[in-house]
Every structure is written in C-alpha cells, then in structure tokens.
C-alpha cells in the first residue's frame, strides 16, 4: 500500500501509467526497486517525475507514515490489488490506484443505480431527484452520487429519508469536503452508507478531479439516471459517456428538449417521463 501511495500522490502517477508499470514490473515491489530509467522507458515520466521519484525513495519512511496515520483517523485506503476493492471499478480502464473510505463499501450483491444531473437544480428538480433517490432506496437499491449541490443531493437525501444505502464520491480529499455546506450531509451518509475519494484526506478540490469522479461514480453503478441536463453540466454528460464505455443503461428525466438532452439522446441515453419510474429501470437490470 505504501508503496502504491508513493507513486500515486508524490510522483503522480495515474492509473493507467500505473497499470502499464505493473504489467511491466509484476507488483509494486518490483517497480519501486526499478531504476529511474527503467521506470521511464515503461511509462516516460520526464525529468520532473525522475526528480519527484528519487525525492519519494528519501522520504519513503515519512510516506509510510502518513498512510499509516490515515487509517488511524477513520479513513480506510483501499488499492486496487487488495481482495476488497470494490469489483465494479475494475471494469474501468482506468480504475483508481487507491481509494479512500470513510464509512462502509455497498454489499455487490446488491442493486446500484447512480442518481445525477445539474448542480443548478431549481427546486422542482432537486424534489425530482429525492423522490428518485427515496424510491430506489425503498427497493433496496444503492443510490450513488457525488455530493454536490442540486441533484446529487437530492439524491443522496432521498435515499436517507428512506433509510437506505447510499454511496458519495467526492473529487477531494475528506478534509475538503465541497460544496462545504453539505459537509452535514456527508456525515449522514457516512453513518449509512459510504463516502469515497481517489484523493488523500488533504487533497483540495479542482475542476478536473471534479469531472474524474464521475467515472467512479458509473463504475460503481449498474445504471445511470440523469435527473436534470443543463447546457453547462460536464460532469453529467462525462457521466453519460463513462456509461456508454461500459454498456450501462442511462436514462434521461427529459422536462425541456434542450441541446445537452439532444446530445444525450444521440449518445443512446433513453428518455423517461418526469413521474419516477422505478420499475422501468430496474427491469432494465
């Protein structure tokens, strides 16, 4: 694990540079005592990434450290060589090294259905959203979001009104929890279901690594449903595309023939009446 953490958070490494070493090398022991050059012949990490190796070989002993002291606060790292990740991520071609875990993983054997759209919801589509997310829950079905304003949480909030499962992915690390007003809410969730990030508890938050969660989000789902599609939603639409890569039904709650929902529609979302469907969906499983 420590090893994994090294490579991950100090020289950068991303998953599939990461899987393209471990081909290489066999386990993580075996890329950590490569040379440098060897290491960039695999995957071409640059002067800069040789630079940011060497320094994580000086201070491995702090980066042991520091996993350590993570697991001790209530945080559970999980690699992606370990018999618990969760098997859904696997799917994807870029699944995340290392996850970080506060609360407890879904049960696989169970049903999981992302609930996402618009962070600009008005509240007739945040409402929508919590009737989607209280009536999967009340199916026994996962509800899996990413936290963030409008649609997600009303689909995480949904889900704990019928004291159901749910799962939050966040684009930060656990001590910057955004939006910072759902920092409630991610406590709750905690407490019945789980909240995820591929990112270490100090992490901060960037627009990239908010679009990157939406294919953990996908991945641990086995369908999508897009609540709200706004012309300005990137995350949703990455959404949509991160399904169609892994052949998962998306289905689209259409209330407006806008160009998002149109793109959506071409791309193979299928449109659904606004009155919650459950049943549709899941039939679809």
């Not at 689209?252 to 071409?266: D, G, H, M, S």
Request: glycine fraction near 8%; charged fraction near 25%.
């Amino acid at each position: 694990m420590a090893i994994l953490y090294a490579l991950s958070t100090m020289v950068r490494l991303g998953p599939k540079r990461m899987i393209a070493l471990l081909i290489h090398f066999g386990d993580p022991r075996g890329i950590w005592e490569a040379s440098e050059t060897e290491i960039d012949d695999v995957v071409k990490i640059g002067p800069d990434g040789i630079d940011r190796l060497e320094e994580a070989h000086d201070v491995f002993d702090r980066l042991v450290a520091e996993i350590e002291h993570i697991s001790d606060t209530g945080t559970t790292p999980i690699s992606f060589l370990d018999a618990h990740y969760p098997k859904r991520l696997q799917r994807l071609p870029d699944p995340p090294t290392i996850i970080y875990v506060r609360g407890d993983l879904p049960d696989p054997s169970k049903t999981a259905v992302a609930v996402v759209g618009t962070h600009l919801a008005d509240a007739e589509g945040i409402a929508d959203a919590v009737a989607w997310g209280k009536g999967l829950a009340e199916r026994d079905v996962i509800v899996v979001s990413g936290l963030a304003r409008g649609i997600d949480g009303g689909g995480h909030t949904g889900a704990l009104a019928a004291e159901g499962n749910t799962v939050a992915v966040i684009g930060s690390g656990f001590d910057n929890v955004y939006p910072p007003e759902h920092l409630g809410l991610a406590k709750e969730i905690v407490r019945n279901g789980a909240l995820i990030s591929e990112y270490p508890p100090r992490a901060e938050l960037t627009k990239v690594q908010l679009v990157l969660r939406n294919r953990i989000i996908v991945g641990l789902s086995d369908a999508v449903v897009v609540v709200r599609l706004h012309e300005d939603t990137k995350g949703s639409m990455e959404a949509i595309r991160r399904a169609r890569d892994l052949a998962l039904p998306v289905f689209l709650v259409a209330t407006e023939i806008n160009k998002a929902e149109q793109r959506a529609v071409a791309k193979g979302a299928i449109p659904i009446h606004r009155e919650p469907d459950f049943e549709l969906v899941l039939n679809y499983l």
